[in-house]
């Protein structure tokens, strides 16, 4: 998905993306890649300039179009994907650092100049210093290399003092200071500043920028052309596997490649959302330097390194002839390398996110805390209410909730139990209204009820149910009277869900079931649950199962525990003898169970995707705050960064995929690619917590209660995370066929 969300974004987007196809076509790019390695401006560039897109972020009052950092991202992702060549980039990353400086002559000159289209390059100054000199500065030093600097009219430097402090200038380079470097990204040049003893007056000096904005102005623009390189990938993958044939079928038909090419996608959709999350934390309202701190970290720890990794692998899925020259993927790749590289440090952002989740989270709120105040006002005296009233009813155990008692009653009357769903059970509230309701829960310190598997369960009844079960089942399970479980997987059946062995024979007033499920959550504390049986067993596999409500304490029932590695028993086998089914407990009709079941799993895929538990960023605090690690506290901070980042790259898909469907966008790829980052978020981050345990891992506290906190049995607790709601196997193979449309 690209990085437009709202119908103005998406205009802009298809108008530049038409735009650079007839402008700037690749084979062009590739007549004058010499001429661009030499610093030369690109054909098209006065055809940008006449366009506008140079200046698209600059102030009106300054010459430019007085857009945000966001709309600039959208521009710079089209062009990305287009492999647009020559200084746009390294020209909006320094005339977006001089607008973020305070007002000066200095600021002014630059900004109207770079309006007019002059070309430009931003050195951090890396290796540059600065001393007192006659009112002014003399700079001396190397840089290392900078992106567009050979060719640039400005370059926009920043040197340290000897007492650390940064000096900026706005520089036209002399003779001899720009030393020409070989560029991995052949369309673009790189060099080094060389100066020796450069006077710079006082009136060629900028206002010191916040360095928080400088960070995140670079992340965001270097990975939003990172965006638009990995969507370039995964097109390009898709559209050759499934027209290059082998074996007489196409090549996009074998699993193996489905799922490389499935994970191209993960990887640019995460990319993608990571870029969007740094271009939006430029548009805060309130300028907040750690939220902007946080944003910058996760793209040189997360967007900017899998650029390169998308492109290594995409590389691989072209086979022999995208190792070519002619081809065009090395030019992407070389990009790729190109744009991480430029942000500097993997392992140092790692520690820097690190440092900066220790005092801070990203707020991925999306309404303002005054947004609804008529239902706020409505909120805040049925929640106040429910804080005088008792927990009275049965506390939790397991993994099931506390069980009713009169403040679940409160709510559930007020319809706060399920906000979403319609009247008469919920406010029908879309993601605004459910928001601001549990901002309002949050901030009372009042947790809201889960009804855990009937969040599955009661949209499909919703959905599919008679008014009579609807009227039985939903409002009970709402007042945390009735619990349920889902008796779906079996012993012989594992991934294949459709190849269950339970039969459900007809009789009179209703149906005996018989077979065996296994992996059970919750089933020793369920009242009832939704169970798949054959009804069938001559129709095809998916055609002949249905879907029954099944009462747990019915004679031929039999719960038992399966206890797991971690030594909790969070899962149970159930055993079916003969258990009796009325009619009225049939939902729908018979046949239609694999339809039903569809519904179920996608509310439970669409829940979990929205959760993150096992080796969490919570747990690598509690370790650092113990002490209980070997390596040094540096090595964890670097850890608990990386979790941060694969936590926030969920949360950054999340919000997007909230945002999108305000907007009425379908996205498509949302759950299952949602879902398969966590899963890949859970497994790396209780691993990594693992490596800087060392020796204290040979320690593992036994679980007492509904979770534990230890490490090693939070990781040996990963199967439930990874296998639960459905497998990464089965969710790229989901991406492969229906999002990518890769051929069976």
């Given at each position: 998905m690209a990085l437009a969300l709202t119908d103005d974004q998406r205009d802009l987007a298809d108008s530049v993306a038409a735009w650079a196809r007839r402008v700037a076509p690749i084979e062009a790019t590739r007549a004058q890649l010499d001429d661009l390695a030499a610093g030369k401006r690109p054909e098209a560039w006065d055809a940008?300039?006449?366009?506008?897109?140079?200046?698209?972020?600059?102030?009106?009052?300054?010459?430019?179009?007085?857009?945000?950092?966001v709309e600039l991202a959208v521009v710079t992702e089209q062009l990305g994907r287009a492999l647009h060549p020559g200084p746009f980039l390294s020209t909006v990353l320094a005339s977006a650092v001089v607008a973020a400086a305070p007002a000066s002559p200095v600021r002014s000159a630059a900004l109207a100049r770079f309006a007019d289209g002059a070309t430009g390059a931003l050195s951090d100054g890396a290796g540059l210093t600065a001393t007192p000199y006659d009112g002014g500065w003399l700079l001396d030093g190397e840089s290392r290399p900078v992106l567009g600097l050979p060719g640039a009219e400005l370059v926009v430097v920043r040197a340290t003092t000897a007492a650390g402090e940064p000096v900026w200038c706005v520089l036209t380079p002399a003779a001899g200071e720009v030393v020409c470097e070989p560029a991995a990204d052949l369309s673009r040049p790189v060099g080094r500043l060389v100066i020796d003893g450069r006077a710079v007056p006082a009136t060629e000096v900028l206002t010191a920028p916040a360095v928080e904005r400088v960070e995140l102005v670079a992340a965001a623009l270097l990975a939003a052309d990172a965006a638009g390189v990995a969507r370039w990938f995964v097109d390009a993958v898709v559209d050759h596997v499934s027209t290059r044939e082998q074996f007489g079928v196409p090549v996009g038909s074998f699993q193996a490649v489905q799922h490389k090419a499935a994970l191209l996608l993960v990887r640019a959709e995460t990319i993608g959302a990571v870029a969007w999350d740094a271009a939006r934390a430029g548009g805060d309202e309130h300028d907040d330097p750690q939220q902007q701190r946080l944003a910058a970290a996760?793209?040189?720890?997360?967007?900017?390194?899998?650029?390169?990794?998308?492109?290594?692998?995409?590389?691989?899925?072209?086979?022999?002839?995208?190792?070519?020259?002619?081809?065009?993927?090395?030019?992407?790749?070389?990009?790729?390398?190109?744009?991480?590289?430029?942000?500097?440090?993997?392992?140092?952002?790692?520690?820097?996110?690190?440092?900066?989740?220790?005092?801070?989270?990203?707020?991925?709120?999306?309404?303002?805390?005054?947004?609804?105040?008529?239902?706020?006002?409505?909120?805040?005296?049925?929640?106040?209410?429910?804080?005088?009233?008792?927990?009275?009813?049965?506390?939790?155990?397991?993994?099931?909730?506390?069980?009713?008692?009169?403040?679940?009653?409160?709510?559930?009357?007020?319809?706060?139990?399920?906000?979403?769903?319609?009247?008469?059970?919920?406010?029908?509230?879309?993601?605004?209204?459910?928001?601001?309701?549990?901002?309002?829960?949050?901030?009372?310190?009042?947790a809201q009820p889960s009804t855990v598997i009937g969040e599955w369960v009661l949209p499909t009844l919703l959905l599919h149910g008679t008014p009579g079960q609807q009227q039985r089942f939903v409002d009970p399970t709402l007042r945390g009277e009735i619990f349920w479980c889902q008796l779906f997987s079996e012993p012989g059946a594992g991934s294949d869900l459709a190849g269950l062995s339970t039969r459900a024979r007809k009789v009179d007033g209703g149906w005996v079931l018989t077979g065996q499920k296994v992996w059970n959550s919750m089933a020793a504390e369920a009242d009832w649950g939704v169970c798949l049986a054959r009804t069938d067993p001559d129709a095809a596999k998916h055609a002949g199962i249905s879907y029954f409500l099944v009462d747990m304490r019915s004679a031929g029932v039999d719960v038992r525990p399966l206890r797991q590695a971690t030594g909790l028993s969070e899962f149970n086998e159930v055993f079916l003898d003969d258990v009796f089914v009325p009619d009225e407990c049939l939902v729908a009709e018979p046949g239609a169970g694999w339809r039903l079941a569809v519904t179920t799993l996608a509310n439970e895929r669409l829940s979990m995707g929205a959760r993150l538990s096992h080796g969490s960023s919570d747990l690598v605090r509690s370790v650092l705050a113990s002490g209980a690690h070997e390596a040094g506290r540096d090595a964890v901070v670097e850890v608990l960064g990386r979790c941060v980042g694969r936590e926030m790259a969920l949360a950054a898909l999340n919000l997007r995929s909230v945002l999108a469907r305000i907007d009425g966008l379908d996205l498509g790829a949302e759950i299952s690619v949602q879902k398969v980052c966590n899963a890949l978020a859970q497994r790396d981050n209780s691993r990594d917590l693992l490596r800087v345990l060392g020796r204290d891992a040979l320690v593992a506290v036994p679980p007492t209660g509904k979770h534990t906190t230890d490490p090693v049995i939070d990781h040996l607790g990963l199967p439930a995370v990874l296998v639960g709601g459905g497998t990464i196997e089965i969710q790229l193979n989901v991406i492969a066929r229906r999002v990518l449309r890769l051929p069976r």
């Open positions: 940008l300039v006449q366009q506008g897109l140079h200046a698209i972020h600059l102030p009106e009052e300054d010459g430019g179009a007085g857009a945000g950092l996760q793209v040189g720890l997360t967007a900017l390194p899998a650029v390169v990794d998308l492109a290594a692998e995409a590389v691989l899925l072209f086979g022999g002839i995208g190792f070519t020259w002619e081809h065009d993927a090395h030019l992407y790749w070389r990009r790729a390398i190109s744009l991480s590289a430029a942000f500097g440090e993997e392992a140092t952002w790692a520690a820097r996110l690190g440092s900066a989740a220790l005092d801070a989270e990203r707020d991925f709120g999306f309404v303002a805390d005054d947004a609804l105040p008529d239902l706020r006002a409505e909120l805040a005296t049925v929640l106040d209410a429910a804080l005088e009233l008792p927990e009275d009813g049965v506390p939790a155990t397991g993994w099931a909730p506390s069980r009713g008692g009169r403040r679940q009653e409160h709510l559930a009357d007020a319809r706060l139990v399920a906000p979403h769903y319609p009247e008469p059970w919920g406010r029908a509230a879309g993601p605004q209204e459910q928001a601001v309701i549990a901002q309002e829960f949050a901030r009372r310190a009042l």
